[in-house]
């Protein structure tokens, strides 16, 4: 996860408080100034999210909405608007062309974060650094720990984000091809023989306490991260 956020603002103050505020918080804020520089900075690795000023030199926020809707690989990354008290019918129209949500200026710290990690919960839950826990088995990805039970488990650093990506997203089936694209990238070449054997040995890693059995073999379709056995 590389927690990149992407925050295209004009104003250098806005955009620099901005900026801090994400970095104390952990993420890799990448400042764009105008439309152009927020075009350039599109590309891999992409970022978790776009914060994103209306009314840029070059272009508005709307007409970057609408490009990134266009293209496959930057279609799903969520957008918050940022907008000004006076532009209350924009802020309509820009959630009709697809911005996930918007935070009127003046805004607290407190507030961006809180809608940050709401969106990012929602479309994006392994880029929120919050701990995971079931049925007592526990992943804090702050601290890249992981415990069953108080006691501590010894994972390797894929096992370690494959499990990240099971607890945040339970009781749904994914084939090898979409486990490779969420723990492993989208640019990266591997086999998908290669997902079985950190299966194998995050299952290993993980069966002190039963937990192994949580990763649930479908034929013929996948893995599954399930509570229910
Ligand atoms: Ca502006």
């Not at 901005?18 to 993420?27: R, T």
């Not at 520089?37 to 272009?59: F, N, R, S, V």
């Not at 290669?194 to 995050?202: F, Q, Y």
Request: charged share 25%; net charge negative; aromatic share 6%.
């Amino acid at each position: 996860m590389t927690r990149k956020i992407l925050v295209v603002e004009d104003e250098a103050a806005i955009r620099d408080m901005l900026c801090l505020i994400l970095e104390q918080k952990g993420f890799s804020p990448e400042p764009a100034a105008d439309y152009q520089q927020a075009l350039d900075l599109l590309k891999e690795p992409y970022p978790e999210l776009i914060l994103l000023d209306w009314m840029l030199p070059g272009g508005s926020g709307i007409q970057l909405i609408k490009q990134l809707k266009q293209h496959e690989l930057t279609r799903d990354i969520p957008v918050i608007m940022l907008t000004a008290r006076a532009e209350e019918e924009d802020k309509i129209r820009g959630l009709d062309v697809g911005a996930d949500d918007y935070i009127t200026k003046p805004f607290s710290p407190k507030e961006l974060i809180s809608r940050l990690n709401a969106v990012l919960r929602r479309v994006a839950p392994m880029a929120v650094d919050e701990v995971v826990e079931m049925q007592g088995l526990k992943l804090d990805p702050a601290t890249h720990r992981v415990s069953a039970h108080e006691q501590a488990l010894d994972l390797g650093p894929t096992e370690f984000r494959l499990l990240h990506f099971f607890m945040t997203h339970p009781e749904r089936v994914y084939s090898r091809e979409q486990l490779l694209n969420n723990v492993w990238g989208t640019n990266v070449y591997v086999e998908d023989r290669t997902v079985d054997v950190h299966i194998r040995r995050l299952r290993n890693a993980i069966a002190h306490a039963g937990h192994d059995q949580m990763i649930q073999t479908v034929r013929g379709a996948g893995y599954r991260f399930s509570t229910r056995l």
